[in-house]
């Protein structure tokens, strides 16, 4: 079938770019070089993730907007630093803003294999493009929020049941009705409790399997698929956050995430229709 002539929003470079400003931003928090030198630099690499830092970008044009809303962002969370002094304490072990980075690091964390395994095996080069810069961006979220946690004197993962932060576990966000945080727009993929489903969105570990077997064209489609889901799973949690995390940096991270993610999610269905697979 003859390829869209249109060219969708994309939110590959501006991932990266509104990770690394929040990651800056974190460095130069006042008061705190304990923090600061563990959020100014992202985790190390290993050889795989050094491949994707030197692969070719294969990015479609800038929106010319988008830098307005990394700004945004950017400003958000310096805002956020600047305000920490006037909130009181550090969040808690069972506040929101703890529920949500640990939880969301899992989610990411399964991001970052689905996209690892397009990048070496899938064939189309948008496509692989935007697993790399998925790749790249989550795993650096992944660093900030670890250090986050770790400048609170908290634990970095979730001991029991996720989600418990949003109310409720999983399956009720899977559910569709958390706290009106989810708009109906599109499929979440397997249900949560379904073959190791631990959040919204995630990807069963069948479907994990079928993804690490695939090649090609059928690597191309199940990555998108798969990642539109876990992107709609991710925005489901980031939007509550936005609302009811305590720490303003908190809330602007999960607010670009967010926008970020929703870029995504178009810019994947566009690949989905280019490359003559169904909508996800």
Do not use: Y
């Not at 409720?168 to 559910?175: F, K, V």
């Amino acid at each position: 079938m003859p390829e869209p002539t249109a060219t969708p929003p994309t939110a590959t470079e501006e991932a990266q770019t509104a990770t690394r400003m929040l990651s800056a931003s974190g460095a130069a928090e006042p008061g705190d070089t304990a923090s600061a030198s563990a959020v100014s630099e992202p985790p190390a690499l290993d050889q795989a993730e050094l491949d994707l830092e030197s692969a070719p970008a294969r990015r479609r044009p800038r929106l010319l907007w988008a830098p307005l809303v990394v700004l945004a962002a950017a400003a958000l969370v310096a805002a956020g630093f600047g305000l920490r002094g006037l909130a009181g304490g550090a969040p808690g072990d069972d506040s929101v803003d703890a529920g949500f980075l640990r939880d969301m690091t899992e989610h990411h964390a399964q991001a970052v294999q689905m996209s690892m395994l397009e990048f070496s095996h899938g064939a189309d080069e948008n496509t692989i493009a935007i697993s790399q810069d998925i790749a790249l961006g989550q795993q650096r979220e992944i660093g900030v929020m670890g250090s986050w946690l770790a400048d609170w004197g908290l634990g970095q993962s979730t001991v029991g049941e996720p989600m418990r932060w949003m109310g409720g576990t999983g399956a009720a966000a899977d559910g569709h009705d958390m706290a009106g945080m989810h708009d109906g727009s599109g499929s979440l993929g397997t249900p949560v409790g379904t073959d190791g489903v631990r959040m919204p969105g995630m990807a069963s570990g069948t479907e994990l399997t079928q993804l690490a077997s695939s090649q090609g064209r059928d690597s191309d489609v199940r990555f998108l698929t798969l990642m539109i889901h876990h992107h709609r799973g991710g925005i489901i949690m980031a939007q509550f956050a936005s609302q009811h995390a305590s720490e303003d940096k908190v809330r602007a991270l999960a607010k670009a995430m967010v926008t970020v993610q929703s870029w995504d999610i178009s810019q994947m269905q566009f690949d989905l229709q280019r490359l003559g697979a169904p909508p996800a």
